[in-house]
């Protein structure tokens, strides 16, 4: 007996219509943002091989990962993010080509989602890796595009946050405790589970360090952020990450009048081969962040080619559900209709192809009965009927 015929898989479903009219205009748009900065499409493959994430810098925990067996008996993976393989692409297809590289993709990324989270296992994603400079210049480059794409894909009101993950990491090198528990304090400053936080810090001790992370979770805002955080904890490494900082804050400042761009240090990504500023992105009708990325020098350098990198990807489906329940989507309308008498069926398709090449959206009859096609085409707001007896 069969059982899962008529449904799709958990986490998945399939899409119709207007959606996908509102995707295709997103698709679109948010491409001809990175083509008009110089950025040129790559496509990666869906499965990829899962030493590809089984790296020094892996955040991909294996029972998060679809997997597959091929016929050789190697382990396959279906990608959960796009950006290791671009990296593996850059040092392999790639690795002669000038510097920078301007790459941006639009592509599928499968990873399974906890039980009753209500996520999907299938995201759409669009997003630019900026490879070859570790200036501030490509930061600003980067970040300028992210803040075009949230205006891009906002149907309201927008915003981006920026930190950098270099300064949690210098505070928790500096924390002996291991692996497991520094994990443990990642998760609750980017949870910001204030009391929970609290809770473990004590059980470490009482010292710098730890009145620092504990109050990591409550240092966003604006300018004065620096301020504070210099405060709770200064060293020349993090300083130095500080200043660098606010620096960019300021630039940033100059494309932002609403308050739209913050500062968050507490923003502490899992992903681990972020090395120093990180950006996620907000739209309304959302309270997860639509857009994320970041600045991440290491990676390809574990492919064997050590240059570094920064980028962003944006989550095509939740924008795209934002925007199918805010915006008033049109499904494109057919302005005639053939009908072919009997014999003159192969008439009627090459006066449909004339009619089309004027322009008009043009659906052929299928139906000799003259009425049920009036009938279909009053149904369907069809306003002309084009009868071909000869």
Do not use: W
Request: aromatic share 8%; net charge negative; hydrophobic share 35%.
């Amino acid at each position: 007996m069969k059982n899962y015929d008529l449904i799709t898989p958990e986490g998945t479903n399939d899409i119709l219509f207007k959606e996908c009219i509102v995707r295709r205009n997103l698709e679109k748009s948010v491409s001809e943002l990175f083509y008009m900065r110089g950025y040129n499409e790559i496509i990666t493959p869906a499965l990829e091989f899962f030493d590809l994430f089984n790296l020094n810098s892996r955040h991909f925990p294996q029972e998060d990962l679809y997997k597959m067996v091929d016929r050789k008996g190697r382990l396959l993976v279906l990608r959960p993010d796009s950006t290791m393989p671009i990296a593996r692409v850059t040092a392999t297809r790639l690795r002669e080509a000038s510097l920078p590289l301007r790459l941006c993709y639009n592509q599928y990324a499968y990873n399974i989602s906890p039980v009753m989270r209500g996520r999907s296992d299938q995201i759409e994603q669009a997003g630019i890796e900026l490879i070859g400079s570790s200036e501030k210049t490509a930061d600003l480059e980067v970040i300028e595009t992210a803040v075009s794409v949230l205006q891009e894909c906002s149907c309201g009101e927008f915003s981006l946050e920026i930190g950098d993950i270099g300064f949690f990491r210098e505070l928790m090198n500096q924390l002996d405790v291991d692996d497991a528990m520094k994990e443990t304090i990642r998760d609750l400053i980017e949870s910001k589970n204030y009391p929970s936080l609290n809770d473990v810090l004590d059980s470490i001790g009482d010292n710098n360090i730890t009145k620092a992370l504990k109050m990591l979770p409550r240092l966003f805002g604006t300018e004065e952020v620096f301020e504070k955080a210099s405060k709770l904890f200064s060293d020349e490494k993090t300083d130095r990450i500080l200043e660098n900082l606010k620096q960019l804050y300021k630039d940033l400042s100059r494309l932002d009048h609403n308050g739209r761009i913050t500062v968050d240090l507490g923003m502490v990504n899992r992903t681990d081969y972020y090395t120093g500023v990180i950006i996620k992105g907000y739209i309304e009708g959302s309270g997860d962040p639509v857009l994320a990325g970041g600045r991440y020098d290491k990676l390809i350098s574990e492919f064997g080619y050590d240059v570094p990198a920064t980028g962003f990807a944006v989550d095509i489906d939740a924008v795209a559900k934002i925007k199918i329940k805010k915006e008033n989507v049109r499904m494109r309308k057919t302005d005639t209709i053939v009908y072919a008498c009997e014999g003159c069926e192969m008439s009627a398709v090459l006066k449909a192809r004339e009619l089309r090449n004027r322009g008009k959206i043009v659906e052929m009859a299928v139906s000799y009965d003259l009425a049920e096609v009036r009938k279909y085409a009053q149904e369907f707001g069809i306003s002309e009927i084009v009868t071909v007896n000869e």
